[in-house]
């Protein structure tokens, strides 16, 4: 199996694009260590270097990783259909 094959794809709604591309513009090297953990190992908590986290309450089931300590990015992973789909791209809630 070729590693492209083991990657997760990444889902993203409309609306969500523009705040995505914004980061793009402002944090592209976070950004983009961001997409390389989403698209390899979205649920590996070591792996996130301390910035993945389960969200509780109203928003449990989603996980949350830290792009930088303003920029945050929320998706749940279909292990199934391997996509992550992201909920939440933006700057701190």
């Known amino acids: 199996m ?3 094959n083991d990657k997760y794809r990444i889902e993203i709604k409309k609306q969500l694009m523009k705040e995505w591309q914004v980061l793009e513009g402002e944090i592209p090297e976070a950004l983009q260590r961001c997409k390389e953990f989403l698209e390899k190992t979205p649920e590996d908590r070591l792996k996130s ?12 089931g ?3 990783y ?3 300590n303003n920029a945050r990015v929320w998706y ?9 789909r ?3 791209v933006g700057h701190h809630p």
């Open 66 to 68: 830290d792009i930088t």
């Open 62 to 64: 989603i996980l949350q």
């Open 86 to 88: 992201i909920k939440y």
């Open 49 to 60: 270097g301390g910035k993945l986290k389960k969200l509780k309450g109203r928003f449990k």
């Open 76 to 84: 749940i992973v279909d292990r199934k259909q391997r996509i992550v």
């Open 2 to 4: 070729s590693p492209s």
